[in-house]
Each structure stands twice: as C-alpha cells, then as structure tokens.
C-alpha cells in the first residue's frame, strides 16, 4: 500500500461527501487536500488530509505538499483509425466536405498493420498525457472497417489495464441505406464494438433512418453515439431528431450526440426546446471544441474564375455548441479531442489536458470552474459507462495525474506546467513517442 498526502484535488472529481466545499478552498475554484492510500492498481480510501489519519502499517508514503491533483483523464472521442495521416493525406484547405474526401481516398490504405501502428503510437502518446480511457469512433462500411477493427481489437487486449479503449462503428447514413448495413453490423457484432455511430443528415426520411439504426444497436444490445449537426445550418436538428428517437422508441441503450454544432444558430426557444428533449431522452452531449473552431465558420471569398477556393476570410462563429445551456438543463456534457494530425485538422496531441484547457478558455468555463474538470474526467466517464473513472475517490483506477502547480487558474496560465504521473503505488515514466519515428513507417 502507498499513501498520497496532501492531493489538492477539484471538488468536481471527489465523491461525497468530500465533494461538499470547504473553508480553506477558493470559491472560484473549489478543491479539497486528500490523503489518497492505494493498494495495487485501485484507490482503497480517501480522506481530508485535515484528519491527519496515520498511514497503515507497512505503507509507503507521499507528501505532494498540496500540489493540483486531476484523476486519470477521459478522451471520449477521437478517430484513430485517421490520425497521423497528414503526411500523407494532408487537407490543404481544411475544408470539412473536401477533408472527408481526403480521407475516404486514403482509407484504401487503412489496413490492420496501417491502423495498428499509427494507433498505437496514438495511445503511448495520450498515455504519457495521462489519459485513462478513451473511445475512437472507427469508419466501417462496405469498403472499410476490417482491417481497422481487428487492430483495435488487438490494441484493446493489449492496453486492457493502462488505456481502456472502446470503439464505435461510424457510418454514413447515406452508405447504411445504401446497402452497406450488412456489412457494418456483422464487423460491429465481430468486434464487440460498444456502440453504433453514425452520420445522420438532415432528410425527410431521417426518423424512419433513426428507428432503424436504433433497431439494430437494441439487437446488438449497444447504445448509439452519433455525430450530428456538425455545421452552422440551423434547420440541421439531427440531434432533436435523435432524441424524439428515442423517447419514441423507447430506447433503453446509452446515447450520446457529437458536435451538435447547429443548436448555437438556432432561435434561442428552438434549442431550449431541443435542450429539454435531449435531457428527457438522456443523452449526452459532447462538445469538440478544439476541432469545430478550426473547422466551422471558415469562410471565403468568392472563388476566381476557374478556381476552387477563394482568399480566406477571417472566422466570425466558432462551432462550439450549447455547453452552458446543456449544464443548466442538467445534460450530461464532456468535452473530446475528435480529430488529430489528419485532413480535418493538423495537429494534435492526444493531450486531454489540452483539451481541458483550450475547452476552458472558448467556450468560457472559467464562468464555472467549479464544474469545468468534470468534462475530461466524470462526464466522460458517464457517457462512456465507466463508473469510478474520471475520480479520485475509492475503488477508481489508481492513475492520477500530479501538476507542478497548485490552483487550476495556474494551470490555465502555464498550460505546459510539468506533470508526473501516478500509476499504482507509484510514479510511472511519461514518455510521448518521438515524431521521428513516423519517418520510419512505410511509404503510402
Ligand atoms: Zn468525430
């Protein structure tokens, strides 16, 4: 057994009642200093570190003096089957239709050994961020999937333990309709993967489309994390849709929505609405923050004659969705990375302390710091079923993550603040793989 004194841990990712706010703790940003004992791989007690508690017997002991403590971060939605593609596949114009485009074209070359090794320098990259779990959304069709899903599937074995690693089967709605469904629920049921995805557009026929889908994820005995609205039309209302869905179908699997761009154009009555049904059909939202500033409102000017693309114009909405109206509601929200070093976006760290950060400052979560830590760490881990995770709180993973800092606002000052990171009943090496690496992978 090890014992971690004196862990300066947000309110956010503590259990009751320790989560209950004290006196010596900022308003602002309210934490708690915990003594936090672990045995093996799991945390066995935590408690105020006012108390004092003797350490047991045998145990070895910590002080981290009060420094910031975060629990094991939580990525809840990435693509690894695309990242680390940009050498190769690069999106010259960053432009969404024309990135898929870039990416379809590569997805030729996605086999098991492509997929294995650009994923698996993906997880010892967000492992030595300190990330705990994380979900990729995999492209499965009638073309693709295969070679993807059998290398996450190795990856998953293989990872079990430091990164739990959960996969989702992406579609195109267009393509299910289109006679690929066979092909994505055979891969989908092979692979075990936990849930159906999916890129529903706006049609007349999406309710039908959605009871489908919904259908086939209840014979599956799988929930549903769809990427919806991911644009700036506000009649797009894939995610209201998803929800009538459910409630009318009664669906009983989890279901979380990505992007949800459109809700943020839409009349400020249209998206309450939208808000309400989202929190009676329980679903949760998830925001990418990092990803839709980069991609939606990138204007340009007319494009000259004979030309594609016009001059770029300066950005004047960001895509972020409804993040404070969702919390108000009490709509699970969590915050994720989506793409990294692909044609959507190139750049990227698998970082989720990044993440965190960068989701702070755009969508102005330093208005609820108190709430802020919650969506990398417990609002992830709700939408992805990991019960414990994303807390420093007994029987969670023992993985933390330790900052040369004391106060969050330190962190946000000094993102690149040093960390080191606790696995077990110690500190583990934190080593992100070098990007020379890469030039040693095979020529596509
Ligand atoms: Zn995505």
Redesign the pocket.
């Known amino acids: 057994m090890h014992l971690f004194r004196r862990a300066r841990v947000p309110l956010a990712c503590l259990p009751a009642p320790l989560n209950a706010p004290t006196a010596s703790s900022s308003p602002l940003e309210p934490w708690r200093e915990c003594d936090v004992a672990v045995e093996g791989s799991r945390i066995v007690s935590v408690t105020d570190s006012v108390s004092g508690a003797a350490a047991p017997a045998g145990a070895g002991v910590t002080d981290l003096g009060g420094s910031l403590v975060l629990p094991g971060l939580l990525e809840v ?1 990435t ?1 690894l089957d695309k990242c680390y593609t940009w050498n190769r596949a690069p999106g010259i114009h960053s432009d969404f239709w024309e990135s898929l485009e870039v990416l379809y074209k590569d997805s030729a070359h996605w086999t098991d050994e492509d997929v294995y090794r650009r994923s698996d320098f993906a997880l010892r990259t967000t492992w030595a961020n300190g990330t705990r779990a994380l979900r990729t ?1 995999i492209d499965v069709g009638a073309k693709v999937g295969a070679g993807s899903l059998s290398a996450l599937s190795r990856l998953r074995r293989e990872w079990a333990g430091r990164v739990e690693l959960q996969v989702v089967s992406l579609f195109a709605f267009t393509g299910y309709f289109s006679g690929a469904a066979d092909t994505i629920l055979k891969l989908s049921a092979e692979h075990k993967v936990h849930a159906l995805g999916g890129f529903p557009q706006p049609n007349p026929d999406l309710p039908r489309q959605l009871d489908t889908v919904m259908a086939a994820a209840r014979e599956l005995g799988i929930g549903l994390d769809l ?1 919806v609205d991911e644009s700036g039309l506000a009649g797009a209302e894939c995610l209201r849709a998803t929800a009538e869905a459910v409630l009318r179908n009664e669906f009983p699997h989890p279901v979380a929505c ?1 992007h949800n761009c459109s809700l943020s154009v839409q009349s400020p009555e249209r998206a309450q609405e939208t808000i309400a049904l989202v929190k009676e059909a329980g679903i949760g939202i998830i925001s ?1 923050p990092l990803t839709n500033v980069h991609l939606q409102g990138r204007n340009r000017a007319p494009a000259p004659d004979g030309g594609k693309w016009g001059t770029p114009k300066t950005p004047q909405w960001r895509g972020l969705t409804l993040i404070h109206e969702c919390v108000d509601a009490g709509v699970t929200v969590a915050c994720g990375g ?2 990294v070093c692909d044609a959507f976006i190139g750049w990227g760290d698998f970082d989720m302390v990044e993440v965190f950060v960068q989701s702070v400052r755009l969508a102005h979560l330093d208005s609820r710091l108190s709430f802020a830590p919650s969506i990398v760490t417990t609002g992830p881990a709700s939408i992805m079923g990991l019960p414990g995770y994303g807390q420093v709180a007994p029987g969670s993973p023992a993985d933390m993550i330790v900052f040369d800092a004391r106060k969050l606002y330190s962190l946000l000052a000094r993102p690149n603040t040093p960390r080191r990171l606790i696995h077990g009943e110690g500190f583990r090496k934190a080593e992100a793989p070098h990007f020379d690496e890469q030039d040693c992978w095979p020529k596509i």
């Open positions: 939605h693509h959304h990427h990505g990418l989506d793409n």
